[in-house]
């Protein structure tokens, strides 16, 4: 299913297949994309976060040391993404202490954060969201974005730009013609980012999403968000459409 304009409908309208389709994608995940000990949850708060979806590790998971059955090799089959981008060693990011984050027991793996027009309206919005993004990279844990908005008059190169500028102090804009940016952040003492770029009416390819610096999932975020859009009342499918 290809990406719609979601510019021609209120906020409210994304807000409500925003909410159904991050519970697909817990849904999905749970359903035997994320290895044994680890889970997906929901809008879960985690701290300072309340992140869109949270990826979790049990206390029974196998330390992540054994990383030889979690997920893909990055070695054997990276990523089939068109861009990668690494962060120079002297990037600001390089200096930051790292440490990792339990939520009641249970070690946060990676956020997955689909990014809403609230996000975007605000100079402040835009700040809050790129703060989250850092502080979770900043302490060892991954992200995964998803961007179906072009860019605005506060984040002119996309929030990827945006968090990107912030990490390494270097512009990463979206591709001419292509304003929607699909960006998974690998954590580390230099992040790096694996990037698609696409415009409306192409499908959304699937994403990585990283569970340890040598292995990921792949995200289905395509069949996922046609699932929700059959979803949507009619009347909204037909402004869409």
Known sequence: MPVHDWSRVEAATFHAFHTAWITHLSETLN????????????EQ??????ADVLTLQTQLARPQS??????????DAPPQV?????????????RRSLAIRHVSGH???????????????????VRDFIDKAESALALGIHVLMVDLFAPG???PMGMHGALWERLVDEPSPPLEGEPLTLASYLAGPQPEAYLEHLSVGLPLPAMPLFLNPDRYVSVPLESTYALEFRGLPAVWRQVLE
């Open 82 to 94: 068109r861009q990668r981008l690494i962060s120079p060693p002297s990037a600001r990011a390089a």
């Open 45 to 50: 708060h985690a701290g300072r976060w309340i």
């Open 107 to 125: 070690q946060i793996i990676a956020l997955i954060e689909i990014v809403s027009p609230a996000n975007k309206d605000r100079a402040i919005h």
């Open 31 to 42: 359903e035997g994309v994320l290895p044994d000990g680890y889970y997906a949850m929901p």
């Open 66 to 75: 054994r990383r030889d059955d979690v997920g893909v090799a990055v070695a």
């Open 153 to 155: 008059p506060f984040d």
